[in-house]
């Protein structure tokens, strides 16, 4: 895992006291005073002393005096630093790493995986989880089958590369004839298979459009059938990321502003501002930090992302993370993220080897 580092001018007294006091803020979330950090930082050090630090920092800009409270808080500068410089990554609990095998296992489809990935991600953290879908040329047709249920009901078998499989129930408005259906699904393969699935749509439509005049019954029949089981189905043009536990980010006070919550959910549903963030990371390796503004959009200004690349062999297809507060607990956030994005990649390159 990768977290950048950087060193620092400050002594490592400043650095001690600066770390106590991100770390107690994230913690309790209340403004930290002196005699907190004189408690926590097991330093011998008097009062005086450690206001006099605190001036320091706070004239360097790592932390601020909010107007109602004695205390201090970390800026986006002081939770860089530490998380850059000062901060110690905790090992996974092994409940959570177990969660996370058992539910990123080789051998499930892919949208299962991505789901469940970025379900995961939110409901270990309680943040905000976030996922896009690889960056990969789209599974094609391999086969279509019809099987009859009822005199008006049809089961649609559609077969993809990569491992992929999707039924689908069709009502017919008439009954059609096992030999129709035979006749139909041989009439769509040769006309759709090594298409992918937008591709397949616009092909039913160019044939249907080019020899509407001519068509017989079956061919009609055959392509009213394909539509029918192509419909609904997502394409990746259709579902670019996938978002997880937005609610979660209300319960942090940081974030309780109405309008702050509002504007955030709004980018949520959009999704283009997270997707271009996520896709400028894709060739970073490792971890990487995103506080406040260095996100590049004012609606994550009081937010951080904690992000990974996923891969399939050597290539980077996709990018996972969470979003939440900046008063987040990084130690633990980190390596959720870590490995989510390494049994990721083990779990889909089942799926895109075949």
């Known amino acids: ?29 209340q403004p930290v005073g002196s005699r907190t950090l004189a408690k926590r930082s097991g330093l011998d050090l008097s009062a005086a002393t450690i206001r006099n630090v605190m001036a320091d920092l706070e004239e360097l800009g790592y932390i601020r005096s909010p107007h109602t409270s004695a205390g201090r808080v970390p800026t986006s500068q002081g939770y860089r630093l530490f998380v850059d410089a000062l901060l110690q990554v905790q090992p996974l609990e092994s409940q959570a790493i177990d969660i996370l095998q058992g539910r ?14 970025s379900s995961l991600l939110s409901g270990i953290t309680s943040l905000t989880g976030v ?19 009822s005199s008006h009901q049809v089961l649609a078998i559609l077969v ?52 509407s005049e001519d068509m017989n019954r079956l061919m009609l029949s055959a392509i009213e059938l394909g539509e029918l089981a192509f419909a609904g189905l997502r394409t990746q043009q259709e579902e670019d990321c996938v978002i997880a536990g937005e609610t979660n980010l209300m319960g942090y006070d940081d974030l309780s502003d109405i309008s702050k919550l509002r504007d955030l959910f709004g980018a949520f549903n959009r999704k283009r501002d997270i997707l271009s963030l996520l896709d400028k990371t894709i060739q970073a390796d490792g971890v990487q930090i995103f506080i406040g503004r260095e996100a590049g959009y004012s609606v994550f200004e009081d937010c951080s992302l ?12 996709g990018v996972l993370g969470v979003i939440g507060p900046k008063r987040m607990p990084y130690e633990r956030v980190i390596p959720v993220v870590d490995l989510t994005a390494r049994l990721l990649s083990v779990a889909l390159q089942s799926q895109y080897s075949h």
């Open 1 to 29: 895992m990768t977290v950048n580092r950087q060193t620092s001018d400050l002594s490592e007294r400043a650095q001690h006291l600066l770390k106590v006091l991100v770390e107690a803020y994230i913690a309790d979330g």
């Open 104 to 117: 990123l296992s080789a051998g499930l489809d892919s949208q299962v995986l991505i789901h469940s990935a």
């Open 131 to 149: 996922v896009t879908v690889p960056k990969r040329n789209p599974s094609s047709l391999k086969q279509i089958e019809f099987l009859r249920l």
């Open 160 to 211: 993809f590369t990569r491992n992929e499989v999707q039924n689908r129930i069709i009502q017919l408005e008439r009954e059609m004839s096992l030999s129709e259906l035979q006749q139909a699904a041989n009439f769509l393969n040769e006309c759709l298979v090594g298409k992918n699935i937008h591709s397949a749509r616009q092909a039913l439509l160019d044939e249907m459009r080019q020899h």
């Open 306 to 317: 904690v992000t990974a690349p996923y891969s399939l062999g050597d290539e980077h297809v």
